[in-house]
């Protein structure tokens, strides 16, 4: 595939069908789906979900913190953050107990790098800090998804990962933290084994990766 057809194929905003055809899927795995205009909608409806003085972790996303809903989390005081606690802990000798602070603060908010027409959630880490919250150790967690990240199956979100969204995530951390990124976890979440745990804001715009 060329490279104008695949920056096409990954950037591009799925139609109103495909998200309603994905939010169908998602709901059938015991997902709670809405379909929200843009990043906006979003931010506020992330504010209502979240009581005021939830423990909560963000995930690592440029969505997030393109939308402003990192910084409503970790910088309003409307919330216990967990980033904002770890940050602030001795990573010589309490590493332990920062580790088990992310693993399961009462609600991680985050992303995922795709969402599949068959109703998965596909995410990818370089280190996994987000993935046990993720995948069931946190007893909330929303996700907001842009509307590019729709693919039709696991191989095509396999590859909007390694094609698309890796190169992204590398450059920012070169220019952040001055070290390469790598995909050294990925995690796939078929269904929701608790109905209502996990949430779904889907846009219909693209934001992030």
Same mark, same amino acid.
């Given at each position: 595939?060329?490279? *104008?057809?695949?920056?096409?194929?990954?950037?591009?905003?799925?139609? %109103?069908?495909?998200?309603?055809?994905?939010?169908? %899927?998602?709901?059938?795995?015991?997902?709670?789906?809405?379909?929200?205009?843009?990043?906006?909608?979003?931010?506020?409806?992330?504010?209502?979900?979240? *009581?005021?003085?939830?423990?909560?972790?963000? @995930?690592?996303?440029?969505?997030?913190?393109?939308?402003?809903?990192?910084?409503?989390?970790?910088?309003?005081?409307?919330?216990?953050?967990?980033?904002?606690?770890?940050?602030?802990?001795?990573?010589?000798?309490?590493?332990?107990?920062?580790?088990?602070?992310?693993?399961? &603060?009462?609600?991680?908010? @985050?992303?995922?790098? %795709?969402?599949?027409?068959?109703?998965?959630?596909?995410?990818?880490?370089?280190?996994?800090?987000?993935?046990?919250?993720?995948?069931?150790?946190? &007893?909330?967690?929303?996700?907001?998804?842009?509307?590019?990240?729709?693919?039709?199956?696991?191989?095509?979100?396999?590859?909007?990962?390694?094609?698309?969204? !890796? &190169?992204?995530?590398?450059? /920012?951390?070169?220019?952040?933290?001055?070290?390469?990124?790598?995909?050294?976890? !990925?995690?796939?979440?078929?269904?929701?084994?608790? *109905?209502?745990?996990?949430?779904? !804001?889907?846009? /219909?715009?693209?934001?992030?990766?």
């Amino acid at each position: 595939m060329n490279t *104008p057809a695949l920056s096409t194929l990954f950037t591009e905003a799925a139609p %109103a069908e495909r998200l309603e055809r994905v939010a169908t %899927a998602l709901r059938a795995n015991n997902f709670a789906v809405e379909i929200l205009d843009d990043a906006a909608a979003a931010r506020a409806r992330v504010q209502e979900l979240i *009581p005021e003085g939830t423990t909560v972790l963000t @995930g690592a996303s440029e969505t997030l913190r393109l939308s402003g809903i990192d910084e409503d989390i970790n910088s309003s005081g409307r919330f216990e953050s967990v980033r904002a606690r770890t940050l602030a802990m001795d990573r010589a000798t309490q590493m332990a107990e920062i580790w088990q602070l992310i693993a399961c &603060p009462d609600v991680i908010v @985050g992303s995922v790098s %795709a969402v599949t027409e068959t109703g998965s959630l596909v995410a990818a880490s370089a280190s996994g800090s987000q993935l046990a919250a993720y995948a069931g150790a946190a &007893p909330r967690v929303i996700w907001v998804v842009g509307a590019q990240k729709v693919v039709p199956d696991l191989d095509t979100a396999l590859r909007r990962i390694e094609d698309h969204c !890796l &190169p992204l995530e590398n450059e /920012r951390c070169l220019e952040t933290y001055k070290v390469p990124s790598a995909l050294n976890r !990925l995690l796939v979440l078929n269904a929701e084994p608790h *109905p209502g745990r996990g949430t779904v !804001l889907l846009l /219909r715009e693209a934001i992030g990766f």
